[in-house]
């Protein structure tokens, strides 16, 4: 192998050394049964470990049962619900990659159709697939959008116990084999609908000025900090801006950032968009290759973090320069992963790192160096 590209130079988080830069982003599936994961999940990480991703995230997991984005989606409230995911932590830890969750709450987008039947709020069709509706919860009593439920404004202790809740889920999360979590604080779901200016109208302590509104955010992640292991990260998903006037801005990231730092996050992971619309709307931001990673590099730069780029890094010199650049300490690869589950693998051939298979799992990758050595290949372009 040739020396490392940026891309695969190991990165130490607290006591864990990534093999790579390479993050496989949370994607939700929605496929779970009583928030419960299985085969399906499996499978579908399992394929992104065997690929060579650093770090392999497992989607989004609600911390309340009403904390479900969809019927369909995973969680940790129960301790039956640990199993399963000590199956996905201990295939990715045996293959290389290290396991890592996603700890939600989808707030006041709770109980939403999955995408396939709409991706909106449940109407009759979805009652009678059995998806029964249940009352969401936000910081005020303002729906995602018109048509949409209205939300009961969490009370203070509410509140507590939601914090309490995030803890649970942390140490299940640990005891399922995790070894990285993150909190969820974007894409309108419960954490970032608090930091919102636009979904945050309370005038109580968890409302109105910029540290009331971030007072949630930060004491969840303190909450978790002081449960999770002193040896593991822990990272935390902002949307860095809404995109959409009078509503969280950059440099509210900025100084929400630095405050998660002195707490002891370890990665600001950088996002967009989704408060009053679906997780991945950009809030009128045109969506081009790497239209995000200007969020990860200002937060990188002014609050001295590890920062993780995301959203639409598709080809293995793009991912690069980013970090070349200084712009980003890890790169989030999502749904160019499910087109290519072996990404880190094709990406340490491209930017000629590994020629011969040495980084491919032992099962095949022996016998793709043999095929490379003995064999011709189909060229199209000599075919008369």
Not at 349 to 362: K, M, N
């Amino acid at each position: 192998m040739t020396a490392s590209p940026h891309l695969f130079t190991p990165l130490t988080l607290r006591g864990l050394q990534t093999r790579n830069r390479i993050v496989i982003s949370p994607m939700c599936q929605y496929s779970a049964h009583e928030g419960h994961v299985d085969d399906w999940h499996l499978v579908n990480l399992g394929r992104f470990a065997i690929g060579g991703a650093g770090i392999d995230f497992t989607e989004a997991t609600a911390v309340q049962k009403r904390g479900r984005i969809t019927h369909g989606c995973p969680g940790l409230w129960t301790d039956s619900q640990i199993p399963g995911h000590a199956r996905l932590a201990q295939f990715a830890l045996r293959n290389g990659a290290i396991p890592a969750i996603q700890l939600g709450h989808a707030g006041r987008k709770g109980g939403m159709q999955r995408p396939w039947f709409g991706n909106g709020p449940l109407n009759e069709a979805d009652f009678e697939r059995g998806d029964m509706p249940w009352t969401p919860v936000g910081p005020s009593d303002l729906p995602v959008a018109e048509g949409w439920p209205v939300p009961h404004a969490l009370s203070v202790t509410e509140i507590g116990n939601l914090i309490d809740d995030y803890v649970s889920a942390a140490r299940r999360a640990l005891m399922a084999g995790y070894r990285i979590a993150e909190i969820h604080g974007a894409h309108g779901y419960l954490v970032h609908s608090f930091l919102s200016p636009l979904s945050n109208k309370r005038t109580d302590s968890y409302g109105g000025d910029l540290a009331g509104r971030m007072r949630l955010a930060l004491e969840i992640a303190q909450a978790v900090r002081e449960a999770w292991p002193d040896d593991l990260p822990l990272f935390f998903r902002t949307s860095a801006v809404d995109g959409v006037p009078d509503g969280w801005s950059l440099e509210d990231t900025v100084v929400l950032a630095g405050e998660l730092k002195r707490i002891g996050v370890d990665v600001m992971d950088c996002s967009s968009g989704g408060i009053a619309g679906a997780a991945t709307a950009s809030g009128g931001q045109k969506r081009q290759p790497g239209f995000q990673v200007g969020y990860s590099e200002r937060v990188r730069t002014e609050v001295s973090m590890n920062t993780m780029a995301v959203g639409l890094i598709t080809h293995p010199q793009q991912a690069e320069e980013i970090l070349a650049q200084g712009r980003a300490d890890l790169i989030a690869i999502g749904r160019e992963a499910l087109v290519d589950p072996m990404w880190a693998l094709h990406a340490a051939r491209s930017l000629g790192y590994d020629t011969l298979y040495e980084t491919w799992p032992e099962q095949s990758g022996w016998w793709l160096a043999g095929r490379e050595k003995t064999s011709d290949f189909y060229d199209p372009e000599a075919v008369t």
